[in-house]
């Protein structure tokens, strides 16, 4: 496949606007997330579901007459009619407001989000330049460029994302779990969406992995056989389904609707051009097939 060079500077200054307005909307989106205390009992919807497992629409879980709120401040289990009963649960954290400690964690969620919404454009301007459907649309060159420096901001999003957990008092990630897939695991510590943590953080560890390869060879591609460069760039097929996962699978914030919505219209829109991207690909081998035998190309 013949890649149009990178040239204009000024198209880095445009993929960086982009990046950061994907940034801006997702910290936006996950700070208005983790402030929302919908039963209004002084514990966040978030802080609920993750850490105290209590109702985030019920303000008193087990019907004691006691807020759940008041029962963490009072250090009872907000989980259980017995007043006198104190919980397992991480007590130290009463939610965001006034919690310093956890900015890390809230800081490394956004930016996992944000780091899922760079690479999955990333990917969405790999298939344009790979389907050539959109060359009308959007020029090559200038899809080149957004591909490129959308990943690289994606990539340091990814690192953002897990040095920042890193400093989360609750999750305590180490830099060696954060390095080795299948290290990190919590006795008991279930996702909101309902999965062990295990597996889909070891699946987040791959695809950085495989993130980190696709743009090395990118960068160094002139310097690479053409065949090694292809068959590592190929790998983006295995990074994005297993990113895809991570998030959903390990995320606080699955099971909000807004959640669900980005990682649906990602794969919708990724699933559609992979579609767009073999036929038209199909097409284009035809043609050259017809013109090679000498066959009038049909319209
Ligand atoms: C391509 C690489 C990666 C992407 C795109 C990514 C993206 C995401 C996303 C979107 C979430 C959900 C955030 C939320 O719901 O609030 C998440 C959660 C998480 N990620 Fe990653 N991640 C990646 C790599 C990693 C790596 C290398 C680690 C290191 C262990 C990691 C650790 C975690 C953890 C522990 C969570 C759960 C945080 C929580 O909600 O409490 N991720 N990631």
Redesign the pocket.
């Known amino acids: 496949m013949c890649m149009p060079k990178p040239t204009k500077n000024s198209r880095f200054s445009v993929s960086l606007a982009v990046a950061t307005i994907i940034i801006t909307l997702s910290l936006t989106s996950?700070a208005r997330a983790a402030v929302k205390d919908a039963d209004i009992d002084g514990l966040t919807d978030d802080g609920e579901i993750?850490i105290y497992h209590t109702d985030p629409a019920n303000a008193d879980t087990d019907g004691d007459g006691i807020s759940d709120g008041q029962e963490v401040t009072d250090g009872t289990d907000p989980l259980s009619a017995d007043v006198r009963t104190v919980s397992a649960s991480d007590f130290s954290d009463p939610g965001i407001s006034g919690q310093p400690e956890k900015y890390p964690?809230y800081f490394?969620?956004a930016a996992?989000?944000a780091?899922?919404g760079l690479?999955t454009l990333s990917v969405v301007f790999g298939l344009i330049i790979s389907s050539r459907a959109f060359t009308r649309l959007i020029p090559g060159v200038d899809a080149y460029e957004l591909h490129r420096s959308i990943s690289l901001a994606g990539l340091v999003a990814?690192v953002l994302?897990?040095v920042s957990?890193m400093f989360d008092g609750f999750?305590r990630?180490t830099p060696v779990?954060?390095l080795v897939p299948f290290l990190?695991s919590r006795e008991g510590l279930v996702s909101s969406a309902g999965f062990d943590?295990r597996i889909p953080?070891a699946l987040?560890?791959i695809?950085?992995y495989l993130?980190v390869a696709l743009i090395l060879t990118a960068e160094f591609r002139s310097k690479l056989p053409a065949r090694s460069w292809r068959i590592v760039h190929y790998a983006s097929f295995a990074a994005y389904p297993l990113?895809v996962l991570?998030?959903f699978m390990?995320?606080?914030?699955?099971v909000h609707g807004w959640?669900r919505v980005m990682y649906a219209g990602s794969v919708a829109l990724v699933a559609t051009l992979v579609v767009v991207r073999i036929i038209s690909r199909t097409i284009l081998f035809l043609r050259r097939r017809a013109a090679s035998k000498g066959i009038p190309p049909v319209a």
């Not at 390990?250 to 699955?254: N, R, V």
């Open positions: 996950v993750s964690w490394g969620r996992g989000v780091a899922f690479l990814v994302h897990f957990l999750l990630l779990e954060a990190f943590v953080v987040g560890v695809a950085f993130v990113f991570h998030g390990s995320g606080t914030d699955s959640a």
